[in-house]
């Protein structure tokens, strides 16, 4: 158990609704960031939080947005779902900014666009 | 952009036989961490190596950062079927750029 919590597990949607992925990052720890991993592929960066704040960007989508709380959790939000959003959403936390120690991952959430 | 690239993407091999999987930034990285993926879970974090040239061994685990720290190797020595999973490294710059992960089955 790596201590970071992810909701919900699984999730099954129609297309073009909107989903709220949601996470608890491991006590103490005030980054989080958001990956998603497609079936056989990587794991490609979304998004990082620090402290309530927006600190990097990656490959994420502009139907795509996220928030960190002032208790520290996030949220992904998944809006005009297509297929191609089935994936696995992991959220992943570090006790820094930065992610140069370890960072710990959620279970993920996986999500199904049908 | 930053990219980490891993080879192979796919490795099958018999029980008892060594595999290895290479890591290769287009940057020079500060640091390497690896992380393993068993199928269905989540990646787990493995080790970090942060010198130049540096050797980690985890048992039957050997993990390598070449000296001008733009790659990283993952050998497994005498694999079992526990080894099954998906290892992924992960190359820090600015922040964590993860390579595109080698999958491997064990077959006994």
């Known amino acids: 158990d790596s201590g970071v919590t992810q909701t919900p597990k699984h999730l099954i949607t129609a297309t073009g609704q909107r989903v709220t992925l949601r996470c608890s990052p491991r006590?103490?720890?005030?980054?989080v960031y958001w990956y998603q991993q497609s079936l056989d592929q990587g794991l490609q960066f979304l998004i990082q939080?620090?402290?309530?704040?927006?600190?990097a960007k990656g490959n994420i989508l502009e139907r795509f947005s996220a928030q960190q709380f002032p208790d520290l959790h996030s949220e992904l939000n998944l809006s005009s779902l297509e297929l191609g959003d089935s994936a696995l959403y992991f959220c992943?936390?570090?006790?820094?900014?930065?992610?140069?120690?370890?960072?710990?991952f959620g279970e993920g959430s996986w999500l199904t666009v049908v | 952009g930053q990219q980490v690239m891993q080879i192979p993407q796919y490795q099958h091999v018999q029980e008892g036989e060594d595999f290895t999987t290479y890591c290769n930034s287009s940057?020079?990285?500060?640091?390497i961490q690896w992380y393993k993926q068993r199928p269905g879970g989540h990646p787990v974090f493995l080790i970090q190596l942060v010198k130049s040239g540096e050797v980690k061994k985890q048992k039957r685990l050997t993990f390598q950062f070449g000296e001008a720290k733009k790659n990283s190797s993952l050998h497994i020595t005498a694999t079992q079927t526990t080894d099954v999973g998906t290892y992924f490294c992960?190359?820090?710059?600015?922040?964590?750029?993860f390579g595109t992960g080698t999958r491997l089955q064990v077959f006994p």
């Open positions: 939080y620090y402290n309530g704040e927006e600190r």
């Open positions: 992943a936390s570090t006790p820094r900014e930065d992610s140069g120690n370890t960072i710990y």
């Open positions: 992960a190359g820090h710059i600015d922040k964590l750029i």
């Open positions: 006590s103490g720890d005030l980054s």
């Open positions: 940057t020079t990285l500060s640091n």
